[in-house]
């Protein structure tokens, strides 16, 4: 059973454009978490999805994110007009009930130039 | 390679009561370590971060602290309360970016 896999590991982007960051949950895995860490900062929770639906997403900013978890597919965190403090390492996690442990991927790190 | 531990697995203590939860690392070379908060149909929430070149960090009713050389962390909760019930993990970062988990300790504080 592969662990959670992030696509692409790395991504650099110009500013005013979009990042699409991939997350592949555990097989048999219905919930996922994104979380951002910021340089020099913990790791601070974004959103929360199951299946086609967003659970919490109170640690997601108001504008340019969004994120979905289709029924088919992986998760995916689209952050439109990136600019410079959007840097940072996401990770994804997922976990198959609501109770359970997270198991986390290896994080994608996002530059923005 | 990089193993974390907390003990104990679970624990229940009456209210009002100070605790302490414990975290411990196998590999020196990290580059913080944070402690984490989840409860049931939430993500994690971040408690406290240490920077390797520290020694405590506080937060209100919380405080933690940090051996880099022993390889242990302590997480204490002053004058608990029924709210603080709660999976608390522990999880230190790597040079290279990963962070590695520990499995958590299951609090619960009794009314």
Redo the contacts between chains.
């Keep these: 059973n592969a662990g959670v896999m992030q696509n692409p590991r790395h991504l650099v982007r110009r500013r005013g454009q979009e990042a699409r960051l991939r997350c592949s949950p555990m097989k048999g895995h219905s919930h996922v978490y994104w979380y951002r860490q910021l340089p020099e900062e913990g790791l601070k929770f974004m959103v929360y999805l199951q299946k086609e639906n967003i659970i919490d997403e109170s640690g997601m900013p108001k504008e340019r994110f969004s994120a979905e978890f289709p029924k088919e597919g992986p998760s995916i965190l689209r952050i439109q007009q990136v600019v410079r403090g959007d840097s940072a390492a996401y990770f994804c996690a997922s976990s198959p009930l609501e109770l359970e442990t997270q198991y986390f991927g290896p994080g994608t790190r996002l530059l923005v130039l | 390679k990089q193993e974390v531990t907390q003990i104990p697995a679970a624990l229940s203590v009456p209210e009002g009561e100070n605790l302490v939860l414990n975290c411990s690392f196998t590999d020196s070379a990290i580059y913080?370590l944070?402690w984490?908060r989840?409860d049931?149909?939430?993500?994690?929430?971040?408690l406290?971060?240490i920077?390797s070149s520290q020694r405590e960090q506080t937060s209100g009713r919380l405080n933690a602290s940090l051996d880099k050389s022993s390889g242990r962390s302590t997480l204490y909760i002053a004058a608990s309360q029924p709210g603080d019930s709660a999976t608390y993990l522990c999880?230190v970062?790597l040079a290279d970016?990963?962070?590695i988990?520990g499995?958590?300790t299951r609090l619960h504080i009794l009314p």
């Design positions: 913080n944070q984490f989840q049931p149909g939430k993500g994690l929430t971040s406290l971060l920077q999880a970062s970016d990963k962070i988990f499995k958590g």
